[in-house]
Every structure is written in structure tokens, then in C-alpha cells.
């Protein structure tokens, strides 16, 4: 937890709470000189009308130490990348929906393939 809030990227932490009052850290330190980037991808499902346009969001302005790509409406995914290894990365993300919603995140550690996946649920 940092500031009292669950750390989606936490690998113990697998259920969250969907709406835009329950913000989740999104925080990791890469080591330095590893390169480290987060894909959240969507899976099943949730209001399909999020599934679109997203079915998470995160607070503008709250990214810190983070290239943050745009939503791909044809993977259902989207991209967070550390800027510099070595320093904290955070930002506040938000899950716009629940009934059963699974997300992959998948981790690449000075790799294109996933070094790691993992589901998470929000309901």
C-alpha cells in the first residue's frame, strides 16, 4: 500500500472495486538499468460499452516517470513504460466497470516478450 491505497501492480493484491471514487496506486522502481514496461489489456467481461473506450482510466496529471500510450480500440490494451529506471513510477488508475471484469497485465523486463502475466478481477 502507498498512501493507504491497494497497489494494482502488487502481485497479491487480484480483486479490485470498480468506480471512479476508488483510485488504486499504479507503482513500481524498476532497478536501474532494467528497462520496464506494463501492458493492462482487456479480457471478458464487464459493461461492454467500456470495452471500447476503455475500461479503466487514470487520474491526468498523476503519472510520474511514465510514457503512457494511447488506447488501442483493436488489442483492447494499453501500454505504461518507465522513463528512468532507478526512481519511483506512480499514477492513480481506475477501473470504470465491474460484473466480472478480468484484465491481464503482463510485465516486460528488458524483454518484448512478457517476462510475466497475471489476471485481475473487479467486481
Excluded at 57 to 69: D, F, R
Aim: net charge neutral; charged share 15%; glycine share 8%.
Amino acid at each position: 500500500m502507498v498512501d493507504g491505497k491497494l497497489n494494482v501492480l502488487n502481485v497479491k493484491n487480484s480483486t479490485f472495486a470498480p468506480g471512479m471514487e476508488v483510485g488504486y496506486n499504479f507503482s513500481s522502481i524498476a532497478p536501474l538499468g532494467i528497462s520496464l514496461k506494463i501492458r493492462f489489456e482487456y479480457i471478458e467481461g464487464g459493461n461492454p460499452f467500456y470495452v471500447n473506450t476503455g475500461t479503466w482510466a487514470y487520474q491526468w496529471g498523476s503519472g510520474s516517470n511514465l510514457k503512457i500510450s494511447s488506447y488501442d480500440n483493436s488489442s483492447n490494451s494499453q501500454t505504461f513504460e518507465v522513463f528512468e529506471s532507478g526512481k519511483p513510477s506512480n499514477l492513480t488508475i481506475f477501473f470504470m466497470t465491474g460484473e466480472n471484469l478480468k484484465i491481464r497485465i503482463s510485465y516486460f523486463e528488458n524483454s518484448e516478450v512478457a517476462n510475466r502475466t497475471r489476471i485481475i478481477t473487479v467486481n
